[in-house]
């Protein structure tokens, strides 16, 4: 069976700081794909990244940046210089056969000036 | 991009009563999946869309409750059945292309059609 754990709820920082978003999975499959979805207060759904199993680079686009690292089954999202924009629920996600999600729980992320 | 339609993007809902959503794409998909977004909480898969056969379901969905069509590459419904105010959620379309980078490729979501059942 597959899982996805965002033990994170919520997360409130300042500003400025940078914020580590955790994710760790679980899974039988040799091929997996992992992804981040962002989704604001408005609603709808925005892609962020996919990685596949067999891709253990580490990813950075502008401020945001991922950590995957099989051995602890863990796909981690950091956000740089964090700004009031970047507030909203952050979903990971495990596909379980192509495209098909099993979604975590999310992480609420609040940017305050 | 995929561009999603969904219709409608919102209404109200008498407890046993029906409504289909629609989803629409500007182009054709090799996979079109249902999910459910109940109010605060995480995305839910319902059922895979195929197009020219029955649905996939997930555990604890059933073709009764969430008859689906896909009659073509491009569009699918949802059907919400008999509904009761637990249905209320948001229901979201996402389709995803092999075209787009093979498989794990990006998967695109619509907007979401927002239930409320009273």
């Known amino acids: 069976a597959q899982k996805v754990t965002q033990a994170q709820t919520e997360i409130s920082v300042v500003e400025k700081e940078d914020v580590t978003l955790d994710c760790v999975y679980e899974?039988?499959?040799?091929?997996?794909?992992l992804f981040w979805y962002k989704q604001p207060p408005s609603g709808e759904l925005v892609f962020l990244i996919r990685?596949?199993?067999?891709?253990?680079q580490n990813e950075i686009s502008g401020r945001y940046s991922w950590n995957f690292q099989k051995s602890t089954s863990s796909f981690n999202f950091t956000i740089t210089a964090s700004q009031v924009v970047d507030s909203a629920v952050y979903f990971c996600a495990l596909s379980r056969y192509e495209y098909a999600l099993n979604f975590g729980k999310g992480t609420s992320l609040l940017v305050t000036p | 991009s995929a561009v999603i339609s969904q219709k409608p993007s919102r209404d109200i809902c008498q407890r046993g009563t029906s409504l289909t959503i629609q989803c629409q794409v500007d182009s054709q998909v090799t996979m079109m999946f249902w999910y459910r977004q109940q109010p605060g909480q995480s995305l839910t898969l319902i059922a895979t869309a195929n197009q020219g056969s029955e649905a996939t379901y997930e555990s604890g969905f059933v073709i009764d409750k969430f008859p689906i069509s896909r009659p073509n590459l491009t569009f699918s419904t949802l059907t919400v059945s008999n509904m009761s105010p637990e249905d209320s959620s948001i229901y979201l379309c996402?389709?995803?292309?092999?075209?787009?980078?093979?498989?794990?490729?990006?998967?695109?979501f619509g907007e979401g059609s927002r239930l409320t059942v009273l």
């Open positions: 990685r596949n199993s067999f891709d253990e």
């Open positions: 996402s389709v995803g292309d092999l075209g787009t980078g093979g498989p794990g490729g990006e998967l695109f």
């Open positions: 899974t039988r499959d040799t091929t997996y794909y």
